[in-house]
């Protein structure tokens, strides 16, 4: 059976993650990552593998883990992009783990779900919902990274603003253009 669970970071994990977070760790793959999802709309190929999620009220990309990251720096890449989209104004709606047991393998799905703030469209009776609701899901399987799908879901209504695009967020979220500090 299904088990499902509230996310929770131990104390550990976050110091592990300040500390990966103040020696820019990340920069490792937060430009590779943004690189090839572009080529890989250009249908070029990159580094790293990425699928583009493009349908009608879904946006988004799918990182694929490979070895060469480690399992613990694709955790923590799950939390800089749920960071940054904080750092957007957003709200971490809910988070939970659902462990699935099937007959040979085991399939952990970690949703984070992330709601825009509740506000007008400056100048307008519409509410802003900025780029949509952002879904961030880590999928391991046997306990092995497998993939994070990064993505935003819109809605196509008349009391809603129009979304901004993925692209636009996704740029602010890796940052691909940031320096080391010295």
């Not at 955790?75 to 709606?93: C, I, S």
């Not at 979220?173 to 320096?179: A, F, G, K, V």
Request: glycine share 4%; hydrophobic share 35%; with cysteine.
């Amino acid at each position: 059976m299904p088990t499902c669970s509230v996310t929770k970071r131990s104390a550990k994990f976050m110091d592990a993650y300040h500390t990966w977070l103040s020696n820019q760790t990340y920069l490792n793959w937060t430009e590779p990552f943004f690189t090839a999802y572009h080529y890989k709309k250009a249908d070029l190929p990159a580094r790293y593998r990425v699928q583009v999620i493009a349908e009608e009220h879904l946006r988004g990309a799918i990182f694929f883990y490979d070895p060469s990251i480690g399992a613990e720096n694709f955790g923590f890449f799950l939390e800089l992009l749920k960071d940054r989209v904080q750092q957007q104004g957003y709200t971490l709606h809910s988070g939970n783990k659902l462990q699935v047991r099937h007959e040979r393998y085991t399939e952990e799905i970690e949703k984070l779900v992330l709601t825009p703030p509740a506000s007008d469209l400056p100048g307008t009776s519409l509410c802003n919902q900025l780029y949509g609701n952002v879904l961030l899901d880590y999928i391991k399987v046997n306990n092995r990274p497998g993939f994070i799908r990064f993505a935003v879901n819109s809605y196509q209504d008349a009391f809603f603003s129009k979304p901004l695009p993925f692209e636009e967020l996704l740029e602010k979220t890796l940052q691909p253009h940031e320096q080391p500090r010295r």
